[in-house]
């Protein structure tokens, strides 16, 4: 296929797919190679940027996908609203944390920092596609292990688990240790709040 021809197949693909695509996938899918996908995507990504168009191609570690243009969020939360999802509560937000620094952990491991049982909350995020089963233990009782998914990467606004805050301080444990992992969490949070807004005075290109 001509160049042109990749750009608009690209973007059919993952206008159809409606959630990240593997590039290995996308590689076999246009019949392409490695190199060649990663410019033809990086092409369109100039070009919704360059057009300000309402929609941006995201590289999500080894994937790609289709999402709307955050500038844009504005109007897409009032006209979508009712199928935006709730905040995460301080318990769903504290197991969270914990789970994408340590992963992949068991839910023993979770109750064990926290201090409290978590299977309700560990429920709530696998039901949100918030994290996910990542094998067992090779323990007695083998108990499954859990870690973050490419859904947590976008709702956090993330590329890849790098991007996560540092930690002050990895090495402290119970109470303390949980209220870094949550702060740390928080200013993703945070940073995806402004980055939804925008600024407060925009200024319109002439």
Known sequence: ??????????????????????VERLCLGLE???????AVAQRLMDKYSYDRRG??????????QLCSAPEYAPY????LES?????????ALEVLAIIAYYQPVTRAYVDQ???????????????RELIEEAGRLAVPGRPVQF??????????????????PELPNSSQEGSQMTLE??????????????AEEGPEDPVEKP
């Not at 392409?32 to 990663?38: A, E, G, N, W, Y």
């Not at 199928?83 to 318990?91: F, T, V, Y």
């Not at 870690?147 to 996560?164: I, P, Y």
Request: glycine share 6%; no cysteine; hydrophobic share 40%.
């Open 1 to 22: 296929m001509e160049l042109k021809e990749l750009e608009s197949a690209l973007e059919g693909v993952l206008f159809a797919a409606g959630e990240p695509v593997a």
């Open 32 to 38: 392409v190679d490695r190199p060649t996908l990663d």
């Open 55 to 64: 929609i941006r191609l995201l590289k999500l570690d080894t994937s790609y």
């Open 76 to 79: 897409i939360r009032k006209t």
């Open 83 to 91: 199928r935006k999802p709730a905040r995460l509560s301080q318990p």
């Open 113 to 127: 920092v926290r201090g409290v049982d978590s299977s309700y909350t560990v429920g709530l995020l696998l039901e």
């Open 147 to 164: 870690r973050t998914t490419k859904n947590f990467l976008r709702s956090f606004g993330l590329s890849s688990l790098e991007e996560l």
């Open 181 to 194: 992992l949550e702060n740390s969490l928080a200013r993703l949070r945070q940073a995806e709040r402004e």
